[in-house]
């Protein structure tokens, strides 16, 4: 019975410190940007499991990592106004 104790208190001390961290970051941050980190969780909890408990890194993983970098780069690198908006319109 400690050992669930313990492991709900630690789950809940982590969560903790984890929402307080994330709340003061983003009040630096816009809605894009917000997005864009969020975007990298899957990505860090990877590392973190090839990191800490030895899982494999596959072809799989990679092609993964690859395509959530690529799309927060792309969210970063894009413009503000779309292309369309800088068009006039004819007379």
């Known amino acids: 019975m400690a050992g669930i104790m313990y492991a709900v208190l630690s789950g809940a001390l ?3 410190i984890g929402y307080t ?3 003061i970051a ?10 864009a980190v969020q975007l990298l969780v899957p ?6 499991g090839v990191l800490f408990v030895s899982e494999p890194v596959t072809q799989r993983l ?3 990592a ?6 927060i780069l792309f969210i970063t ?3 503000h106004d779309p292309p369309w908006r800088s ?4 007379s």
């Open 26 to 35: 983003l009040a630096g941050l816009s809605s894009t940007q917000a997005a």
């Open 66 to 71: 690859v395509l959530i970098l690529g799309g």
């Open 62 to 64: 990679i092609i993964s």
């Open 77 to 79: 690198l894009a413009k």
């Open 14 to 16: 982590a969560s903790g």
């Open 43 to 48: 990505v860090l909890a990877a590392t973190g």
């Open 87 to 90: 068009i006039t319109p004819r």
């Open 21 to 23: 961290i994330w709340y």
